[in-house]
């Protein structure tokens, strides 16, 4: 799952759960609200949004058959009412075709050409419009939801239909589409501002084999365009401001200036750039302290620094599981719930686990500690500057995760362990255990 925990979180934290990982719970900590988006490659791509406090049930239903029957995440709350209809109309959508989203992230792709029955534009329109004006005729649907989904079933198709012209290099009226793409009522809608940003890229770098950087379009927005409401230029330069940051990041200050003095209210906007710029300027001063102390582990518990090799021989008489992973690393989050697993059916006398990151962001390991639950573990470490550490060097570490076993005299017995959730990791264990 990809977790959005903050308004100025620019890219998604990534969580695993489910019974295959051995994790049916996780409990996320959040300051306000949490985006949760469920992707299964190629498949379908499902979001929820939700508030500090809630107590979210994700269980899968079988939906729409591509070469199988495939299983669509449904959202259910227990500590407060809220419309399941509204909140899952993406799954009653996925019932018939892909949805909205699912269709506009595959569409381009071969993949779902290669689909047993893949769905056409017109029949995932189609199919939204008839599933919103169905349920709300049953008095299931809100007025307002029922006509965003329309409107989102109409920008779906004119997106279609302007990416295809961009491809093709064939002539639309742009003009007229991104006029009436803004209706004010919708200034926050996201689907909307892909689409009015698809249409500013038509409209001005219609020639490029490429899409345009977002600073370019940032530019042309504020030099050249006269269409955008200034509603919607606050929001898609909000939006463009955000990508500066993520792909383009050396410009992001200057762009940040530029933000404060194109919109008027921008100020509504500065609080999230403030959490960000905070949060750099932190990592900065940790960053310093990290390549002060090269290869040296920073404790997440006590911020105490040690040296491998002591904290190896402390543990003299336990076999030991040494998990190098990082916060941003997809497949070592995914082996979390089978080290966790293990850490609670084995017997601390006789097993222990090192967690060692290899993070160059001291917040951003803080934070997947304490998602992942093990922030308050004594053996969870930050590798200081890892780049440069003798231990990457040492067990020749070039990709992550890469597990490491030792045995009870510590002495190493596999430096690239298979991982923890594959039947032969449980038999290499058992085997030194016993020893």
């Not at 997106?159 to 961009?166: E, M």
């Not at 509504?268 to 990592?283: I, W």
């Amino acid at each position: 799952m990809n977790i959005r925990t903050s308004s100025h979180q620019v890219m998604p934290d990534i969580m695993v759960m489910g019974s295959k990982h051995k994790n049916n719970m996780l409990i996320v900590p959040t300051d306000s609200t949490l985006d949760i988006g469920i992707v299964k490659t190629h498949i379908y791509v499902a979001s929820g949004a939700f508030m500090k406090g809630d107590t979210v049930q994700i269980n899968l239903k079988e939906s729409y058959t591509n070469k199988e029957p495939i299983r669509y995440p449904y959202y259910s709350l227990t500590n407060r009412d809220i419309n399941l209809y509204e909140l899952n109309f993406d799954y009653y959508v996925s019932l018939k075709t892909p949805t909205a989203k699912t269709f506009s992230r595959y569409e381009m792709t071969s993949r779902m050409k290669q689909w047993k029955n893949p769905a056409t534009l017109d029949d995932v329109c189609k199919n939204i419009v008839f599933t919103v004006d169905s349920l709300y005729k049953r008095n299931l649907l809100s007025k307002d939801f029922r006509s965003e989904k329309i409107m989102e079933a109409n920008v779906l198709k004119a997106s279609s239909h302007l990416g295809k012209a961009f491809v093709e290099k064939t002539t639309i009226n742009v003009d007229s589409l991104l006029t009436s793409l803004q209706n004010v009522t919708y200034v926050e809608n996201d689907f909307l501002h892909n689409s009015i940003l698809g249409a500013l890229n038509y409209k001005y770098f219609f020639n490029r084999k490429k899409y345009a950087k977002s600073s370019e379009l940032y530019d042309v927005i504020r030099t050249k365009d006269t269409l955008l409401k200034p509603e919607f230029k606050s929001a898609i330069l909000d939006r463009l401001l955000t990508r500066i940051y993520a792909s383009e990041r050396p410009l992001f200050n200057g762009y940040l200036d530029k933000f404060r003095v194109d919109i008027p209210n921008s100020s509504k906007y500065m609080n999230k750039y403030s959490k960000l710029l905070a949060e750099e300027e932190s990592d900065k001063k940790n960053n310093a302290i990290l390549k002060n102390s090269t290869g040296k582990l920073l404790a997440s518990k006590n911020k105490n620094t040690f040296n491998f090799n002591n904290i190896l021989k402390k543990e003299e008489g336990k076999v030991i599981l040494v998990d190098f992973w990082a916060s941003w690393c997809a497949p070592c989050r995914m082996e979390m719930p089978a080290i966790k697993s293990l850490g609670q059916e084995i017997d601390t006398a006789k097993f222990a686990i090192f967690s060692i990151s290899i993070d160059k962001s001291m917040v951003l390991w803080e934070k997947a500690s304490k998602q992942e639950g093990i922030d308050q573990k004594t053996h969870n470490y930050l590798l200081m500057d890892a780049d440069n550490s003798k231990l990457i060097k040492d067990f020749k570490i070039k990709t992550i995760p890469r597990y490491v076993l030792f045995d009870k005299k510590g002495e190493l017995i596999d430096a690239n362990a298979p991982r923890p959730s594959e039947l032969g990791f449980k038999t290499i264990l058992n085997n030194l255990l016993k020893q």
